[in-house]
């Protein structure tokens, strides 16, 4: 199927959806929204640049206080609020990103949960700014600009969600389908190859993880005015662990991969949760079977019937071997 | 002034060192030969040319002007280009995206990208390949383009690690050709590392033999063939292998 075609179709059943569910059905739409959107953030660095951060919550947990803090000293309209708090993110984003792009493989990801945990740890230490354990509650989501208040009904901010989700997503496809995509896609096959053809790889991937960080605090900005509360847990490890798993049960490098992976979470934890308690015992041994039996992910499944097979080679000549030469 | 000068290059890993006290000068347009048996430091010295790993000591001139502590990525938009000795190209690109994603960095001013990546094909015969990704092609076919995506765009200086190594006598005669036109055509300086010395008789007219970390031999591939340490050192006694 076209994929322009695609688009328009899923984006307006994901407009006719909360039309023709419960009500209450409609919080765990925005929050499996919003847990796509922050997913997908974490896919431009896991499926496009190889860089497995393990402290992605870093990213939510920025937006979200961001977003609480500005709102709980000025009274902005929510939109204003949200790309303030993206901003903020963007900004401490680039130290970060600076300081755990020196490193790659493992040393990376333990940079990214240190920064995380960092984070966590000072919201514990400035109590009287971030509200300690119990975090930033009451957090409004006034309305503006220009009288506009459509968003505060859970149906309307639903609907501005869907809009930063699938304009998010436009965005990063624009992205990784440029020149700069390309650059990404020679260093996550071979970085040292990379920079023989002249790419300052480590400006890509600081500019890389700063994006990341921006889209994941989008989404954390939205989460805070959804709930009307942030809390540390934001921040917190088994958050960056849950959206890893998002992002490899989706199908990492795909970027609507990692959003099915982050939705089909919420739902799945939604519905195993109300049948017993043991549901993440349950949902562990999924994870475990995606990365063993299907390390392609659900959107790999998906479209793995569509996808053509690579021609074998026109000569029996296919192999290096060294010496053969003379 | 030459293009590329090699000073008392040495590198140590810890107590073992890869290459020792290396010279090296090579003029504008010159085709150049390193050659030497596995593990006598050939690669690394490409590293350390090419920038990937700093020397322990000794410097590197590159018309010159003192690149020794340059990074990669500036010594490649200078004109300093490489091929590897494990062809990897960029899986998910077609062979016409793998030059273009070179081209776009090294472009000089003026120059159109489409124009730069056609005649890049053109020149390595890759025309019919260029929509092709690199797990279609032949072995032969994924060095031509390896050469074509190091010479994209800006391209004073190719190096060349065991390119020919793996093809048969008729692809590696095929592709020698292709270099030497690239040296004719683009005015392109050529360091050429192997490790068989029979392939190279045909494309250069001096070469250095490397054993041990050291230069042991330099001359013209007749004078090497002939000479009694190079025999004694890097191919024992099996003279027939030389010519």
Known sequence: MNWRLGFVVTAAACAVLPLVVPQHSLTILVEAL???????????LVGYCRLYSFGH????????YSYALILTYVPLPLPVGILLAVAVTILIAIPIAWICTRSTGVSFAMLTLAFAQLGYAMLFRFRDVTGGSDGLVGIPRHPGPLGIDWFQSKLGYYYLVLVCLLGSYLLCRAIVRSPFGAVLAGIRENEPKTIALGYNTRAYKITTVVLAYGFGGLAGALY????GFASPELFFWLTSGRVLIMVIVGGAGTLIGPILGGVSFVFLEHQLSQVTDLWPLIFGTIFMAFVMFAPQGIWGILTSRFRSKPAAPNSDSGKEAPGAAT | MPLLECRGLTRRFGALVAVDG???????GEIRAVIGPNGAGKSTLFEIVSGNLAPSAGHISYFGADCTAMRAHLRRRAGMCRTFQKVRLFGSMTVAENIQVAASQCLPPGRDLRDEVAEILAQLRLDAQAARRPAELTLADRKRVEIGRAIAGKCRLLMLDESLSGLTHEEAEHLIAEILTLNRTRGITVIVVEHVLSVLAAMVKRLVVLHNATVVADGTPTEIAHDPVVIEAYLGTKQSALR
């Not at chain 1, 919003?34 to 431009?44: E, P, V, W």
């Not at chain 1, 919550?57 to 979200?64: I, K, N, R, S, V």
């Open chain 1, 34 to 44: 919003i847990l796509g959107l922050f997913a997908m953030s974490l896919d431009l």
């Open chain 1, 57 to 64: 919550a870093a990213a939510y947990g920025l937006g979200a």
């Open chain 1, 224 to 227: 805070a005015a959804f709930a």
């Open chain 2, 22 to 28: 290396f010279d090296l000068t090579v003029e504008p």
